[in-house]
C-alpha cells in the first residue's frame, strides 16, 4: 500500500507539472487550453490528497503523516529529475506506478 | 519597498547559509549516516553474530551479572532487537561515578572480545558534537541550526518563483542556473523535513541552550526534572539484606503482553536486596513520541509495583518532537524516507555552497584574480563536500584493515577518519580545481564501492552470506555503501569529462566579450 500512495503522489505531482506551461510543453509539446489545465490542476490536487489515504490506512495518523510527507518528497524529487532526463518514463510512469500499486495491495497486504 | 525586503532576506540568506554551511553540511551528513547507527554498528563488529530477540539474552544476562557484579547499586540491561542490535549491559562497581559496559554474547552470557570499535556512534556523536568538548561542540551545532533556521525561512522568502519553478531543473544550462535549480528544488520538496529536522534539533538540546526555566520551576533540582521529562525514577534505597531476585521471564511476558512486544530496556535496582526493584522501559520503535513508558515491578515477589503512561502535555510534545529527530520509530521504509530526505538536506547545503562559489568565480573572472575571500570558501567547498564522504568511508575502511588487537583499536579508527580528512583538506588548499574535486569525489566512489568487496576479503560474513540469511545490518550497509559510490563515481565522471568543455567555453566566450 506504500506503493500506491508513492504512485498517487507521483501521479498528483505530474498532473500540477503537466499544468504548468513549461512542463506541459516538455513533456507532452505545446500550451495547455485553460479548459484542460484546469482539469490537470484539479487532477493533480485530488491525487495528491488520495495518496494521503494509504499512508493514513496504513500507518495511523501519526506516523502516516510523517509517512506521507516523506513519500511527496521521494515522488517530488524523483518526478524532478525524470523530467530533464527521461520525460517519456516521466509521463508514463504517471497512469503505471498507482496501478502497480493497485495490483501489488494484494500481494504485500504491508 | 517589497524588492528591497526581498533583496534583504536574500542577503541574510546568503550569509547565514555560507558561514555555517561546512559545519551544517557535516552535521546533515553524519546525522543522515546516524539513520542507520545499529547497522553501521552491526557492521563494524562482526564477530558479533544477530541475535534472536526473546526472553533467554535477559536471562543470560543477568546471570552474567550476578556473577560478576553482584555489589552494583544498578544494573542496565539492553537487549537485542530485530534491528539486529547488541545484548549489552552496564553497570556500576560502588562509589565509582561511571557505568562500566560490555557487550555479551546472547547465546551464552559471556562477555564477548570484539574488535573495539566506537562503530555507528562516532557519527551519531560528530553529528551534534562535532567531536569536541561536548559542551562547545552542542553549542556549536545548535548556533549553526539557528541560522539554518534563519537560512531556510529566509530562503523561502526570497525564492521568488517558489510555485512557478516547483518542478524546474534544467542540467547543462550553464552552472549558475543548473545548480540554482538543484538547491531549490532540493531545498523546496523536502522541506517539511528540513523545517521539523532542524527545529527538533534544537529542542532535543533545549535544556542546555536555555536552562534557566527549569532552574526556575524546579529550584534548580535537575534530578527531578530529568525525572520528569525523561520518566526515569529515583535509585531505591537499599535495606542492606541480602536476598534472590525474582525470574525475569514472567515479567518480560506481562511486558511483552502490554505493550505487544519486549521491553527495550531493563533496569534493576539494587538487586540481590530486599529492596531489588526491576523496571521495564517500553521500545521506542512503536510509538513516535520518545518519552518512554514503563513498567516497575517488585525485585522480590515481582508484583507490578506501577506503571508510567502517557506524560504531561509540554513532556508529550517535547517527546514527539525528540522522537521525530531521531526516528527510532521509523519502519525500514520511513526510515529509508528520512535517509532519503537526509541526503536531499546535505545536497541542499553542498549545492548552496557550490553557488554562492560559483557565482562569486563568475564574477572575478571578469575582474582577474580570484580574492581570498573566494579561495577559501573554494578550499572549504572542496574539503568539506568531497573529503568528509572520503574520510566517513575511510572511517570504515580503517575498521577492517587496522591489527585486531592494536591498543586504542577505536581511537584508531577516529584517528584514520581525520587524517584522511586533514590530506582532503590540505589538497583543497595546494591543489584547488575540478580536477581535485574529480580526484576525491573519485577516492570515495572507489572506497564505497568496494567496500564489499573488502568485507568479503576480511570476515565470513559478505554479500553471497549475509544476503540469503537475511542479514539485513550488514547486506544493507555493503549495498549502500556501494550505491552511494556509484553515485559519487557519477559524479567524479561528470567533472572529469563535462567540465573542461564547458570551462573552455566559458573561457572562449568571456574572451570574446572582453575582446568586444
Not at chain 2, 27 to 44: H, K, P
Not at chain 2, 55 to 72: C, D, F, G, K
Not at chain 2, 387 to 416: K, Q, S, Y
Not at chain 2, 472 to 478: E, F, V
Amino acid at each position: 500500500m506504500a506503493l500506491l500512495g508513492f504512485g498517487l503522489a507521483y501521479a498528483g505531482f505530474l498532473g500540477l507539472s503537466l499544468a504548468m506551461d513549461r512542463h506541459h510543453a516538455e513533456l507532452l509539446g505545446g500550451r495547455p487550453a485553460t479548459a484542460r489545465r484546469r482539469l490537470l490542476r484539479g487532477l493533480g490536487w485530488g491525487l495528491l490528497g488520495l495518496s494521503l489515504l494509504p499512508c493514513l490506512a496504513l500507518w495511523g495518523t501519526g506516523i502516516g503523516l510523517v509517512s506521507w510527507l516523506g513519500l511527496l518528497t521521494a515522488a517530488g524529487l524523483g518526478l524532478i529529475l525524470l523530467i530533464p532526463y527521461a520525460p517519456r518514463l516521466a509521463l508514463w510512469l504517471g497512469p503505471l506506478l498507482p496501478l502497480a500499486g493497485l495490483l501489488a495491495w494484494p500481494i504485500l497486504v504491508a | 519597498m517589497r524588492q528591497g525586503f526581498r533583496q534583504c532576506m536574500s542577503w541574510l540568506h546568503i550569509w547565514s547559509g555560507l558561514l555555517v554551511g561546512w559545519i551544517l553540511f557535516a552535521v546533515f551528513l553524519t546525522g543522515t549516516a546516524s539513520y542507520f547507527r545499529n547497522e553501521i554498528s552491526a557492521w563494524m563488529r562482526p564477530e558479533l553474530q544477530a541475535a534472536a530477540p526473546g526472553a533467554e539474552p535477559v536471562r543470560l544476562a543477568i546471570e552474567t551479572l550476578q556473577r560478576t557484579a553482584p555489589n552494583s547499586p544498578s544494573w542496565i540491561i539492553s537487549p537485542p532487537d530485530e534491528r539486529g542490535g547488541e545484548l549489552r549491559v552496564f553497570w556500576r562497581e560502588p562509589g565509582a561515578r561511571r557505568f562500566a559496559t560490555a557487550v555479551l554474547d546472547p547465546a551464552t552470557g559471556e562477555p564477548v572480545r570484539t574488535r573495539e570499535s566506537l562503530g555507528g556512534n562516532f557519527f551519531y556523536r560528530f553529528h551534534f558534537e562535532l567531536h569536541m568538548a561536548p559542551l562547545w561542540g552542542r553549542w556549536i551545532v545548535g548556533f549553526c541550526a539557528m541560522m539554518m533556521l534563519v537560512a531556510i525561512i529566509s530562503g523561502i522568502v526570497t525564492h521568488r518563483r517558489i510555485f512557478a519553478d516547483f518542478f524546474t531543473f534544467r542540467p547543462g544550462k550553464g552552472a549558475g542556473r543548473s545548480w540554482l535549480d538543484a538547491h531549490n528544488a532540493l531545498g523546496v520538496l523536502a522541506l517539511p523535513y528540513h523545517l521539523m529536522i532542524t527545529y527538533t534539533g534544537l529542542i532535543t538540546l533545549m535544556v542546555m541552550y536555555m536552562p534557566w526555566g527549569i532552574q526556575a520551576a524546579y529550584q534548580g533540582d535537575r534530578q527531578a526534572f530529568v525525572n520528569d521529562v525523561f520518566g526515569t525514577a529515583a535509585l531505591v534505597k537499599r535495606a542492606n539484606q541480602p536476598a534472590p531476585l525474582t525470574p525475569i521471564a514472567p515479567l518480560l511476558d506481562e511486558a511483552t503482553r502490554r505493550w505487544g512486544g519486549p521491553p527495550g530496556r531493563i533496569d534493576v535496582q539494587q538487586p540481590g536486596d530486599a529492596s531489588a526493584v526491576i523496571r521495564m522501559t517500553r521500545r521506542d520503535a512503536e510509538s513516535i513520541s520518545a518519552n518512554p513508558q514503563t513498567l516497575t515491578f517488585d525485585g522480590l515477589r515481582g508484583t507490578l509495583l506501577s506503571a508510567s503512561g502517557e506524560a504531561a502535555a509540554a513532556a508529550a510534545t517535547r517527546g514527539v518532537a525528540y522522537g521525530l529527530h531521531l526516528g527510532r520509530f521509523a519502519s525500514p521504509l520511513l526510515r529509508g524516507l528520512f535517509f532519503l530526505s537526509g541526503l536531499a538536506g546535505t545536497a541542499m547545503v553542498a549545492t548552496g555552497l557550490v553557488l554562492w562559489a560559483a557565482k562569486h568565480r563568475h564574477r572575478h573572472a571578469r575582474n582577474g584574480r580570484a580574492g581570498f575571500g573566494l579561495r577559501l570558501v573554494e578550499a572549504l567547498n572542496l574539503a568539506t563536500i568531497a573529503g568528509l564522504p572520503t574520510a566517513m568511508f575511510g572511517f570504515l575502511w580503517a575498521n577492517r584493515l587496522l591489527p585486531l588487537h592494536l591498543a586504542d583499536r577505536a581511537e584508531w579508527e577516529v584517528r584514520c577518519f581525520f587524517l584522511i580528512w586533514a590530506l582532503a583538506g590540505l589538497q583543497a588548499v595546494l591543489w584547488p580545481g575540478l580536477r581535485s574535486w574529480a580526484a576525491q569525489f573519485g577516492a570515495a566512489a572507489l572506497l564505497g564501492l568496494l567496500l564489499p568487496v573488502l568485507n568479503l576479503l576480511t570476515t565470513d560474513r559478505h554479500l553471497g552470506a549475509s544476503l540469503p540469511a537475511g542479514d539485513w545490518a550488514m547486506a544493507g550497509t555493503d549495498l549502500v555503501a556501494a550505491g552511494l559510490g556509484l553515485l559519487l563515481g557519477y559524479l567524479a565522471w561528470r567533472l572529469v569529462h563535462r567540465a573542461p568543455a564547458r570551462q573552455a567555453l566559458r573561457g572562449a566566450r568571456l574572451a570574446r566579450a572582453e575582446g568586444a
